[in-house]
């Protein structure tokens, strides 16, 4: 990938984490907070990952597109399993409302794409996103989450989507 492009597409990513200057910060969210953000960053790899098999001809771009919607999907029902143990409600908040936001962009953007060019944008956002809300899970939100089955949670998740992260640079390598 190309230097200029992969800052682009990183700092794309990050944006659509961390969202622009708010007084916020992600490390002030409590744990409903945190599964709230968690779960719509899911819902939203699961939105990318359903227009990729829209769109996609790439049986590699498919057969990720397809893992991220079976994982994803994995992760999301171990949490609202956990949550209704618990009997809690995850919290809406300002980083969830930015994700949902720039995520809208960013499908409206993907969408007009086909071919290679819808391929390589998608496996280079899945790279993005996924350095960014792993460093975000890894170096925020699990030393801030006060419950000890949310962080065994949230740890578990960890692997699943540092593996992701993984698969998501083998595409990229795959498609340049």
Known sequence: MKIHTFVA?????VFAVFGSAHAESPADLNDLEIAHVAYTADNIDIRYAHLALALSESSEVREFAATMIRDHNAVNGQALALLEKLGAQPQD????????????ELVNEMS??????????????????HQAVNDLVENTFIPNIDNGEVKDLFGAGLEIFMAHENHA????????
């Open 112 to 129: 007009a794409l086909r071919g290679a060019d819808f391929d390589k944008r998608y496996a280079e956002n899945e790279l993005a996103y």
């Open 93 to 104: 908040n300002f980083l969830s409302q930015q994700l949902i936001a720039n995520s809208i």
């Open 169 to 176: 640079q083998a595409v990229v390598n795959s498609l340049n």
């Open 9 to 13: 597409t990183a700092g794309i990513a």
